[in-house]
């Protein structure tokens, strides 16, 4: 498909929304099976938080995708939010994935205009809706916090580790969430 005929993505910005991020690996491969990769995406939340200022609510960190809940700061985008949350895991998994199984680092390599790229995550923004009624706010973290229990990789979203519902019941979790709403 040529770049013309691609639907572009439209993004709201809207100072005070809370966004619903999800951001799949390239070619919806397990790429965040391991605890490894999982915990660079949790770093990578961290960091982003303190970099940009950015509120968490919630999150799951599923083996080929992750979902995310957020509220930025006025002026920050949801497209530079995006960026620091994907660049440095990419950036982390061709590493190590260059030392320690080379074969990945070619099978995710594509060529677009004659440019070769490493491609962990798949290209675009993936899918971001701004969020703003109390109500669909806590559809939204339900929805996060029961995927695992809807693939059948747990019983209960608290069972999961890589997700905010853990520290929402009062568990200890892999990160501490912030209030949104």
């Given at each position: 498909?040529?770049?013309?005929?691609?639907?572009?993505?439209?993004?709201?910005?809207?100072?005070?929304?809370?966004?619903?991020?999800?951001?799949?690996?390239?070619?919806?491969?397990?790429?965040?099976?391991?605890?490894r990769t999982r915990r660079w995406v949790i770093e990578e939340m961290a960091a982003t938080r303190h970099r940009l200022g950015l509120q968490i609510g919630a999150f799951v960190v599923m083996p080929e995708h992750v979902h995310v809940l957020v509220r930025c700061p006025e002026g920050v985008s949801v497209s530079s939010v995006l960026g620091s949350l994907k660049r440095p895991v990419s950036a982390n998994a061709k590493a190590w994935l260059a030392e320690h199984e080379p074969g990945w680092v070619e099978q995710l390599t594509v060529t677009r205009g004659g440019r070769r790229t490493f491609r962990f995550w798949q290209a675009g923004g993936g899918f971001d809706r701004n969020i703003w009624e109390q109500k669909t706010l806590a559809e939204v973290v339900d929805y996060i916090h029961a995927n695992p229990v809807r693939r059948g990789l747990v019983e209960k979203p608290a069972d999961w580790e890589w997700s905010s519902a853990r520290f929402w019941v009062g568990m200890e979790g892999v990160l501490e969430m912030d209030r949104i709403g």
């Amino acid at each position: 498909m040529s770049d013309e005929h691609r639907k572009k993505r439209r993004v709201y910005d809207h100072p005070g929304h809370a966004h619903f991020l999800t951001y799949s690996c390239e070619k919806r491969l397990p790429l965040l099976d391991s605890e490894r990769t999982r915990r660079w995406v949790i770093e990578e939340m961290a960091a982003t938080r303190h970099r940009l200022g950015l509120q968490i609510g919630a999150f799951v960190v599923m083996p080929e995708h992750v979902h995310v809940l957020v509220r930025c700061p006025e002026g920050v985008s949801v497209s530079s939010v995006l960026g620091s949350l994907k660049r440095p895991v990419s950036a982390n998994a061709k590493a190590w994935l260059a030392e320690h199984e080379p074969g990945w680092v070619e099978q995710l390599t594509v060529t677009r205009g004659g440019r070769r790229t490493f491609r962990f995550w798949q290209a675009g923004g993936g899918f971001d809706r701004n969020i703003w009624e109390q109500k669909t706010l806590a559809e939204v973290v339900d929805y996060i916090h029961a995927n695992p229990v809807r693939r059948g990789l747990v019983e209960k979203p608290a069972d999961w580790e890589w997700s905010s519902a853990r520290f929402w019941v009062g568990m200890e979790g892999v990160l501490e969430m912030d209030r949104i709403g």
